[in-house]
């Protein structure tokens, strides 16, 4: 898939600009470079798809034209398009920066598991319920993670002293429910 021209997200801000008080009738090759961020090829090619013509030896565009080009459906498409994907990626690298802070915590652990089927000192599991008692926040992590390593252990029993019903063994344990 060939690179989606960079002038795509700033649409609307140029139609606004070219819609102001201020806005010339007709846009010479310079004016397309400014207001598109181009360099000169690119915007001759670019002018060329909006009606451009040759005055001489000034390439130029009415603004009418750049702006039922810019107006045009599949422009709007693309320009919303490359939005869409410009806010994905800034999600996606936010999420990464989350993702990497978490990653450099260092969970202080003990240097013995846990006792198969016995729940970590100030953890207490009750049907529906799970109580965890903590001073600091790594100290909440340890316990998190020394409950999953018994739990791992011997999950069914915990599971039945709490009072709750063991889960279906017949459905895939990563599946959800259907």
């Given at each position: 898939?060939?690179?989606?021209?960079?002038w795509l997200e700033r649409v609307p801000e140029i139609?606004?600009?070219?819609?102001?008080?201020?806005?010339?009738?007709?846009?010479?090759?310079?004016?397309?470079?400014?207001?598109?961020?181009?360099?000169?090829?690119?915007?001759?090619?670019?002018?060329?798809?909006?009606?451009?013509?040759?005055?001489?030896?000034?390439?130029?565009?009415?603004?009418?034209?750049?702006?039922?080009?810019?107006?045009?459906?599949?422009?709007?498409?693309?320009?919303?398009?490359?939005?869409?994907?410009?806010?994905?990626?800034?999600?996606?690298?936010?999420?990464?920066?989350?993702?990497?802070?978490?990653?450099?915590?260092?969970?202080?652990?003990?240097?013995?598991?846990?006792?198969?089927?016995?729940l970590p000192p100030g953890v207490e599991l009750r049907?529906?319920?799970?109580?965890?008692?903590?001073?600091?926040?790594?100290?909440?992590?340890?316990?998190?993670?020394?409950?999953?390593?018994?739990?791992?252990?011997?999950?069914?029993?915990?599971i039945r002293e709490c009072g709750c019903d063991p889960?279906?063994?017949?459905?895939?344990?990563?599946?959800?429910?259907?």
């Amino acid at each position: 898939m060939p690179d989606q021209p960079t002038w795509l997200e700033r649409v609307p801000e140029i139609l606004a600009e070219l819609n102001g008080p201020a806005a010339p009738p007709f846009l010479d090759r310079a004016a397309v470079e400014l207001l598109f961020g181009l360099r000169r090829r690119q915007a001759i090619a670019l002018m060329h798809h909006m009606a451009g013509y040759q005055a001489g030896r000034t390439f130029l565009a009415e603004r009418a034209d750049v702006i039922r080009f810019l107006s045009q459906s599949a422009v709007q498409e693309a320009a919303h398009s490359a939005i869409e994907r410009k806010r994905r990626v800034v999600e996606h690298l936010a999420a990464a920066r989350r993702d990497w802070a978490a990653r450099k915590i260092r969970i202080p652990l003990d240097s013995s598991p846990p006792q198969p089927g016995q729940l970590p000192p100030g953890v207490e599991l009750r049907s529906g319920q799970l109580t965890i008692r903590f001073d600091q926040p790594l100290e909440l992590l340890q316990k998190l993670f020394d409950l999953s390593r018994t739990l791992a252990s011997d999950f069914d029993r915990l599971i039945r002293e709490c009072g709750c019903d063991p889960p279906d063994r017949e459905q895939d344990p990563g599946s959800a429910p259907g």
